[in-house]
């Protein structure tokens, strides 16, 4: 669920993440259902065989098994019922309508219900609110100044809206209807066509690309020639396995024909040019293809915090090495050597650089799992780097690659590799952060030998999130108090997006515990936030639901409150996570 939540970016004070059940929340969880007489299939049945029922379900969050649990089917299965037990047709069509838009958290419009079924509010209010009481609701929305429907849940919308439309032309029929009456005009209309239209949930519609081609025929029909219309049409045929690259590039030119300033389409374009370079028979071609797409994502690396653009570098550069270096156990050809060295170097750089920044960013973390499995371990392009290395010892991302891909074999000589690079090259912080990360692999990890590749990884002005957090730690574990408020000053004034500051990290475990768990009490607590003390560390745990624990949990803590936690890190500090109370 907490995905859905990071488009109210800095303005989120804070959000409670549902996780998995563990088997000591089922019985909290039970207990409470007895107590409140809300057990319902499950009452006749023994405390025993209701745990055993739960745990069936653990692996589903708590909504969906508190819904499965209590009535014995299927969250689907009971959202269908509940569907068909509307009586009237008209409410019906309405609840499908919202259920079409809210499963991508967008609102509908009471005008645009209206253009649709003819039902306007006050016919909504008069007729149709007793029977989707509890199922649609209706709030006033200043934005368009009109009424905006909303289902529960988003979860929900999307279960009833996959499972009452069966089949991908009915699917597609209801996308149709909606974009005809849509009126880009309204705020909230033009969200709802930006959602229908995104070339993954139209992918994802239908596997036919003909029904995605009409729905963003219509869309484009609709509103016109807008540049991002244009660029899904070219998304689609570029993400499509029958798609038509040809196409995509003549709709991003008519995009960019329109709007030739806006980012996103240069980045389109430049991963359109990779495309065409993988699809060329002709090696000069693919060549030309990529240099313009690097050209491209140079120009916009004026943003550096971009993780699209470092993401997009480090793709083409290891799709030129794929095809130099076909498979795990091929060794590049002699004339070839230094080529594939300076594409091994554009990718550790571009992944060196945007996972430094983002390291939960998906295509970040995909394209260095294809730059590994394409070194592999222990075949010939793994010694390919190391009789590269005896000859070259400077190439610095040629090291780290190297190190990357002997580290779990041979430690030593990977943290060798990289510090022979560093006598070359002693200030650069790709090649600091890599011994560094190395050494924390070797043995305790806030030892006096850290600091100096520690103070090296990094400067107090770039945006490299995982070591400022890593600074964060290393003070605040070896009780520094002016080095760590130094640390966390400088982290927390980080020129990246909050959710990356905030996100906890680095786990450091109780090495006097056997779970590695501390203990301590809260002596702070408010609506959102408190603190957590352990006497014998430097600074106070920080302690909040999104880092801390899930929502049932924080509800019962108070000041004073004796709890368990494991310390992760963040740009504030030290934060307790997976919080228990004790007392």
């Not at 050597?337 to 300076?342: D, F, H, P």
């Not at 891909?405 to 952060?433: E, W, Y």
């Not at 966390?488 to 680095?506: E, W, Y």
Request: include cysteine.
């Amino acid at each position: 669920l907490s995905g859905g939540l990071d488009q109210f970016g800095d303005n989120l004070k804070f959000r409670f993440e549902l996780r998995n059940l563990t088997e000591e929340e089922i019985e909290l969880l039970l207990a409470k259902l007895e107590e409140y007489q809300c057990l319902g299939m499950l009452e006749p049945q023994s405390p025993q065989e209701r745990l055993d029922v739960f745990l069936r379900l653990a692996d589903k969050q708590l909504l969906v098994a508190l819904y499965e649990a209590t009535q014995g089917k299927l969250l689907e299965d009971i959202l269908v019922d509940e569907y068909h037990r509307i009586l009237l047709t008209e409410a019906q069509e309405l609840y499908l309508i919202v259920c079409t838009l809210h499963q991508f958290r967008v609102g509908v419009r009471a005008g645009l219900v209206r253009r649709l079924t003819g039902v306007n509010f006050e016919q909504f209010r008069g007729r149709l609110l007793g029977p989707l009481t509890g199922i649609v609701s209706a709030d006033y929305d200043t934005g368009p100044r009109d009424y905006v429907y909303r289902a529960r849940h988003s979860h929900i919308a999307g279960i009833v809206f996959n499972n009452i439309l069966s089949t991908h032309s009915q699917r597609v029929n209801q996308f149709l209807r909606i974009l005809d009456a849509i009126d880009p005009s309204y705020s909230s209309d033009n969200a709802a066509l930006r959602e229908l239209i995104n070339w993954r949930n139209v992918r994802d519609l239908s596997p036919n690309i003909e029904d995605g081609r009409r729905i963003l025929a219509t869309a484009l029909n609709a509103a016109g020639e807008e540049p991002f219309i244009l660029q899904q049409m070219a998304l689609l045929e570029m993400n499509s396995s029958t798609g038509n690259l040809k196409s995509a590039r003549e709709y991003l030119d008519r995009a960019q024909d329109i709007a030739p300033w806006d980012r996103t389409l240069k980045h389109s374009r430049a991963n359109l040019l990779g495309r065409e370079a993988n699809a060329a028979n002709d090696g000069l071609i693919a060549k030309s293809l990529r240099g313009d797409a690097k050209k491209l994502l140079r120009e916009l690396r004026s943003d550096r915090a971009d993780p699209y653009v470092s993401s997009l570098n480090a793709q083409l550069a290891i799709d030129e090495l794929r095809e130099i270096l076909p498979s795990r156990t091929a060794e590049p050809a002699p004339e070839k050597e230094a080529l594939v060295l300076r594409l091994i170097t554009d990718a550790e750089q571009a992944l060196s650089e945007g996972l430094s920044r983002s390291p939960e960013f998906q295509n970040l973390i995909l394209q260095s799992s294809r730059l590994r499995a394409l070194l592999g371990e222990g075949d010939k392009a793994e010694r390919f780097l190391a009789n590269a290395l005896a000859r070259q010892a400077h190439l610095e991302f040629v090291a780290i690659a190297y190190a990357k891909a002997i580290r779990n074999r041979d430690l030593p000589t990977a943290i060798s590799a990289v510090r022979t690079a560093l006598q070359h090259k002693s200030t650069s912080k790709p090649l600091n952060q890599m011994l560094f990360d190395l050494m924390m692999q070797e043995a305790d990890d806030h030892r006096d030998e850290l600091s100096g590749s520690l103070r090296r990884s990094f400067t107090d002005g770039d945006g490299n999130t995982v070591m400022h957090v890593h600074a964060v730690r290393y003070h605040f574990l070896r009780g520094d108090r002016a080095a760590f408020e130094h640390a966390r000053t400088t982290a927390s004034n980080m020129q990246v997006a909050r959710k990356d500051k905030d996100r906890p990290r680095l786990p450091f475990m109780n090495r006097d515990t056997k779970d590695g768990r501390f203990v301590g009490d809260i002596t702070s607590l408010g609506e959102a936030y408190g603190f957590v003390t352990v006497p014998s560390l430097l600074d106070r745990m920080y302690l909040r639901p999104i880092a801390s624990c899930d929502a049932d949990v924080w509800e019962t803590l108070r000041q004073g409150s004796k709890v368990s936690f494991v310390m992760t890190f963040n740009a504030r500090g030290a934060i307790a996570s997976e919080v228990r109370r004790l007392d």
